[in-house]
């Protein structure tokens, strides 16, 4: 009797939770954000970033952690200089948040919360986050698949499947729901072991809600919004200054 509920148990929890690696090691977590979903879900929409570079259209870097890393938390304070000229930063690490930044508050945000524990020196943190989006290539890897920003429908097995066959890992998918009231693409977590960078199931897998069929929609530059609202409302003399002051 107290084995067929042991078994029972068991079985409950392999149904109940998702696929995740037996790992107990130091590993990364990288987070990377569809812009198109970003764009579509907020009221205030997208801006375009004031650094004066155009963000990818492609997915962004919005959070990278490491997870168990047996290490004394940094006190260096975040340093702009350190990481600024370092390739694809500005294009794909962008915040797109209106009104439209610098992206700094962002980056420092990661340093401060998960960076500074993470055993990488500033530039290696950066750097790291960056080099493993390139190696993942969410973007081509989901094309080469047909699974396009095309506003179609997809299914979240397959969305998995694609990086399943490709990388022998299965992201998490985070969907928002967008302007039509459906759930869509939002973001896809990866993580990696961290000695090595194998990419593998997260070990702690948060639910997340979506619909079997997401929604993939589309970005386009166009929907950056630029300035000129805030410089308008700036510059109108039948604006009340505290309402300007506001933007
Ligand atoms: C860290 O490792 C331990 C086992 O050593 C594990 O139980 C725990 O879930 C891990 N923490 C995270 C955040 O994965
Ligand atoms: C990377 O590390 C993991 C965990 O230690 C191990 O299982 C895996 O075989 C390693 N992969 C390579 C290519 O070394």
Not at 65 to 90: H, K, M, R
Not at 107 to 126: H, T, V
Not at 162 to 190: H, M, N, R
Request: net charge neutral.
């Amino acid at each position: 009797m107290a084995s067929r509920i042991a078994l029972l148990c068991l079985l409950g929890l392999v149904v109940a939770s998702p696929a995740v690696a037996d790992y107990s090691g130091s590993y990364y977590k990288l987070s990377l954000m569809w812009p198109g979903a970003y764009c579509e879900q907020t009221k205030a929409g997208c801006c375009k970033p004031t650094t004066g570079v155009s963000p990818a259209r492609d997915f962004y870097i919005t959070g990278f952690a490491v997870y168990n890393a047996t290490t004394q938390c940094s006190n260096a304070p975040f340093d702009i200089n350190e990481i600024i000229d370092l390739p694809g930063l500005l294009q794909y690490w962008s915040n797109i948040k209106c009104p439209g930044n610098d992206g700094r508050s962002s980056w420092k945000k990661a340093w401060k919360n998960s960076g500074r524990c993470s055993g990488l020196e500033q530039k290696d943190y950066f750097e790291t986050a960056l080099a493993l989006r390139s190696r993942l290539n969410p973007l081509v890897r989901l094309k080469h698949a047909g699974i396009e920003p095309d506003m179609g429908m997809y299914s979240v097995e397959e969305i998995k499947r694609v990086f399943q066959t490709e990388i022998d890992a299965a992201p998490l998918i985070q969907c928002s729901k967008g302007s039509l009231g459906k759930f869509q693409l939002f973001q896809l977590y990866f993580c990696a072991v961290a000695e090595n960078g194998t990419f593998i199931d997260c070990p702690t897998a948060p639910a997340y809600t979506c619909s079997d069929e997401i929604l993939f929609p589309p970005f386009e530059k166009w929907m950056l919004k630029q300035q000129q609202i805030k410089y308008a409302a700036l510059y109108d003399p039948m604006m009340p200054a505290a309402v300007a002051m506001d933007h």
